[in-house]
């Protein structure tokens, strides 16, 4: 398991590092410019060989840094879980380092982050959608995107030529299921947050 | 005697059958119906079941799964389609030859189901006729064979010949 003296030999081997308080695992904090390096350094020297997950977190257009690239990593070595929390310095075309040449699991997760978010991991081998398709011109999973979705026409002309189909927003029927997001845990259980209008009932705007 | 018979007699009426074409014809498709298994999530694997050896979906004439288009008859839309399947779905739906049915196979399919999100097609509706829609999440595989039934009986009931002659002219056209 990581104790404490691993993670303050961490912290004294590179000044670009600082610890974020987490109940679970240990979790880093790393500048932007310096997270190949690190990551490069995880790899080799500290026996974290796995890359489990790479996403990333909008904290809303209101935040001073808005975008966050997480990663987290497994070592068979140390028998635990490392958290790297990347920042991205611009929230307007947030851009971050890719490590899919140091961990090829990255490759598609960082696709993953581009496509849902939008943000561009430089020096990735093929950077492109992987759940939307090619032409999708919004990135789903930003605060200002509805869930619902935005009206957008499918990629295949001839096909909305025979039917006429576009994307088109679900409607929300009583839903979506959200969480309140703030109050005790015994409160903030999703419940139904009842947006409700069908195809009958206009959306409200 | 003969008179009471109420079953076809080879020695009363020669060896001649006098019926309507479009009931041979409707008769003769609905007891061959290949599915064609358009497996997009779980219903996909109730639709399995219901051709595997408990359920057999083969007392209804209609176990020949094709993963053709070409070679089938009903396309099974068994599962969430997404719009960026959409288009495969549709394509997929346009190269199956005539005659030919759609049943969308459970909540998905029918009508988005749980997911009112930006990324999946409000049933599958939007892109192809449906025939038979099938509620459930997932449905039953006797729902599933119950729908099939109800499409052999749509099947049963169908203008063949007229249909035959309009699509004639279309393509004459």
Redesign the interface.
Same mark, same amino acid.
């Given at each position: 398991m990581i104790d404490q003296d691993f993670t303050n030999s961490l912290l004294a081997k590179h000044d670009y590092l600082s610890k974020i308080s987490h109940a679970d695992c240990l979790t880093l904090s790393c500048l932007p410019a310096d997270w190949v390096d690190f990551a490069k350094f995880l790899n080799q020297e500290e026996a974290f060989e796995l890359l489990v997950d790479l996403t990333a977190i909008d904290q809303g257009d209101t935040a001073d840094i808005r975008f966050e690239v997480v990663a987290h990593f497994y070592s068979r070595i140390h028998h635990d879980y490392l958290r790297v929390h990347i920042d991205c310095l611009d929230n307007e075309s947030p851009e971050v380092d890719s490590i899919a040449s140091i961990y090829p699991a990255a490759d598609w997760h960082e696709r993953e982050a581009f496509d849902m978010f939008g943000i561009i991991f430089t020096g990735h081998p093929n950077l492109k959608r992987i759940?939307?398709?090619d032409e999708y011109p919004y990135h789903?999973l930003r605060k200002e995107?509805?869930?619902?979705?935005?009206d957008t026409p499918?990629?295949?002309a001839?096909?909305v030529e025979?039917?006429g189909?576009s994307?088109?927003?679900?409607?929300?029927?009583g839903?979506?299921f959200v969480s309140p997001g703030s109050g005790p845990m015994s409160d903030a259980e999703p419940r139904a947050k009842d947006e409700s209008w069908t195809e009958q009932i206009e959306k409200p705007v | 005697m003969i008179a009471n018979e109420v079953a076809y007699n080879g020695k009363v009426e020669g060896d001649v059958i006098v019926t309507k074409a479009d009931a041979v014809i409707n008769w003769i498709r609905k007891h061959s119906v290949w599915p064609m298994p358009m497996g997009l999530a779980c219903c996909a694997i109730e639709l399995m079941a219901s051709a595997a050896s408990r359920y057999d979906i083969s007392r209804f004439g209609m176990e020949v799964m094709r993963f053709s288009p070409r070679q089938s008859d009903c396309m099974i839309v068994a599962g969430t389609v997404t719009?960026?399947m #959409?288009?495969v779905v549709?394509?997929i739906y346009?190269q199956m030859g005539d005659p030919k049915w759609v049943v969308a196979m459970g909540a998905c399919a029918s009508t988005?189901g749980m997911?009112?999100?930006? #990324?999946?097609?409000?049933g599958v509706d939007?892109?192809?006729p449906v025939d038979v829609y099938v509620s459930g999440c997932p449905p039953r595989p006797e729902a599933l064979l119950d729908a099939m039934i109800k499409l052999q009986d749509k099947i049963g009931n169908e203008s063949s010949v007229k249909n035959l002659k309009k699509r004639a002219s279309a393509v004459a056209e």
């Open positions: 759940l939307m398709w789903p995107f509805p869930l619902a979705g935005i499918l990629p295949a001839d096909v025979a039917t189909a994307v088109e927003p679900a409607p929300m029927m839903g979506p | 719009y960026k #959409a288009e549709r394509r346009d988005g997911y009112r999100s930006y #990324a999946v097609m409000q939007t892109i192809v």
